[in-house]
């Protein structure tokens, strides 16, 4: 399990290498390899931007019928987000008018956790199973 | 923050992204362009992502942009070189790049950049 | 799986008898499975189960539960792979039961350690079946990829114009491998056409409609005109009445149609020799 500080733009470029290292390795397609990095550097960059900067963990996972799988964890204790429904709607913007992308990420995963309360903090999970 | 050249070729200006975008990498880019449209005239830009392995929903909007900047300066883009597992992906995330043509290759691109004048 | 004391008398018994018990065991066992199996095999399988079944009720240590599950699911898998069926894998724990049963009939002294025995067996019994019903739908999902693979080809019909023939129904996971193939031989080729013909296709309600949407707006990324061909006429009905967009995507009755019409794009004409 790899914990990688997010706070600054390298270390997000930083973060798509790891998980691009983490899937290759673990039997992911190239598309599904594509797929996983690209909802990471989504939800890497609403850690950054949205959270203040905060922190991913990867780590390899076993399905119940032994496939391997690529797990992200990502969590910061920015502002939070007050209307996880909203936020999770196709085409939501925030404020400055930068998509959060969340949306998005959870169409590319097999699996999608996410946990917020204003003036807690955000903490993301997802998983991507080899085929 | 690395700096992405842009060559001008003839009524053409060649962007070739070869590194890991970073957000600030793709502002600035945008920003270049429009310094060199503006300077130069040009009528068209190529921008090759042959070698780019992620284009996340940041990376699609400011490439959906930078056509937007290019045609105010009545200049046309072409991305080039898209790779298939990044295309799957970016039709998964819903962007189009509407606003954008693409192509191939850059002989390609460059052929629509010449048919259209 | 915590046992207590009915565990612990339970697991001396059956270490005092285990040569009768796992006899008996494995007789029935190969009885059940009609001799796909030789006793000798049969035996070393239930020896080693027999061992680890004793540690878990005498509740000896901490690992004996997960090697005994971890054991169980192996050869669960093994019977799905080798063709056995449910009962007959399952069978292989309940006649554990019958064994001891045999021996305990007659005495009236066991019944509480026999109740503690037989609960834990059954659970056993279930969780075989689990196992095994996994390794099944593992088999069967791996076999529906190869065939997927099988049915999805990309013809060139022309220098620059690739065909998508699409036969049966067209799922996401389809789609996906659609897509991936679509693109790839775009690549391959640096074809500028893709005609995507859906003569085949079963069914075209919005969910396919979207498919079939994604896979334009992919290829048109790699800067591929496309067109839809094979729009039966009960096809075109359904459409309307579900209120299906294709926009800009040009649609055409036939294959043929669809070329003529990638010819014409492409500049091409085909006249007499």
């Known amino acids: 399990m790899d914990e990688l500080p997010i706070q600054s733009g390298d270390d997000v470029v930083r973060v798509r290498q790891q998980v691009r290292t983490a899937a290759a390795e673990n039997g992911l397609s190239l598309v599904d390899q594509t797929k996983l990095v690209t909802a990471a550097s989504e939800l890497a960059r609403n850690t950054l931007v949205h959270g203040g900067g905060g922190r991913a963990r990867i780590e390899v996972v076993k399905s119940a019928n032994g496939r391997a799988g690529v797990k992200l964890h990502f969590a910061d204790e920015g502002p939070g987000i007050a209307d996880i429904g909203l936020a999770l709607t196709d085409g939501w913007t925030s404020g400055n008018g930068l998509g959060l992308g969340l949306s998005g990420a959870r169409r590319l995963v097999d699996e999608f956790e996410l946990d917020s309360k204003p003036g807690t903090g955000t903490t993301v999970m997802v998983v991507k199973w080899s085929r | ?117 | ?273």
């Open chain 2, 1 to 117: 923050m690395e700096q992405v050249p842009i060559v001008k070729i003839g009524q053409t200006l060649f962007v070739s992204i070869q590194i890991d975008l970073q957000d600030d990498t793709v502002v600035r880019l945008q920003e270049d362009l429009a310094d060199e449209l503006s300077r130069t005239g040009a009528s068209g830009v190529i921008i090759d992502i042959t070698a780019v392995e992620i284009v996340d929903s940041f990376i699609g909007r400011m490439l959906t942009m930078i056509g937007s900047i290019s045609r105010l300066f009545d200049a046309e883009t072409v991305i080039v070189g898209m790779r298939p597992a990044v295309a799957i992906t970016l039709t998964e995330l819903g962007l189009s790049l509407s606003g954008v043509r693409t192509a191939l290759n850059a002989e390609k691109g460059l052929e629509i950049l010449n048919g259209k004048s």
């Open chain 3, 1 to 273: 799986m915590d046992v207590g004391g009915t565990g612990t008398r339970m697991a001396d018994y059956l270490r005092d008898q285990r040569e009768k018990v796992v006899s008996r065991w494995s007789e029935l066992v190969v009885a059940g499975v009609r001799g796909r199996t030789s006793l000798d095999e049969v035996r070393r399988e239930v020896g080693d189960l027999y061992t680890l079944i004793i540690r878990v009720l005498s509740d000896a240590d901490d690992h004996a539960a997960g090697e005994l599950r971890a054991v169980l699911d192996e050869l669960s898998r093994a019977r799905a792979r080798n063709g056995f069926t449910p009962s007959e894998t399952a069978l292989g724990m309940f006649s554990l039961k019958e064994a001891v049963y045999e021996l305990v009939a007659d005495t009236t002294d066991m019944v509480p350690e026999f109740l503690t025995f037989s609960r834990m067996i059954d659970d056993l019994g279930l969780r075989t079946f689990e196992a095994y019903s996994a390794a099944r739908e593992q088999i069967i999902s791996d076999q529906a990829t190869t065939m997927l693979e099988l049915s999805t080809p990309v013809v060139r019909l022309w220098e620059g114009i690739i065909a998508v023939p699409l036969v049966g129904t067209l799922d996401s996971a389809r789609t996906q491998l659609v897509m991936e193939k679509l693109l790839d031989e775009l690549v391959a080729t640096g074809a500028d056409h893709a005609v995507i013909d859906i003569t085949g296709v079963s069914t075209v309600d919005t969910e396919v409609a979207q498919h079939l949407l994604k896979t334009v707006s992919a290829a048109r990324l790699l800067g591929a005109e496309c067109t839809i061909s094979g729009i039966r006429p009960q096809v075109a009905q359904t459409i309307v009445s579900l209120g299906i967009e294709f926009g800009d995507i040009a649609t055409k009755a036939t294959l043929a149609d669809a070329l003529a019409l990638a010819l014409r794009q492409a500049g091409l004409k085909v006249v007499p020799a």
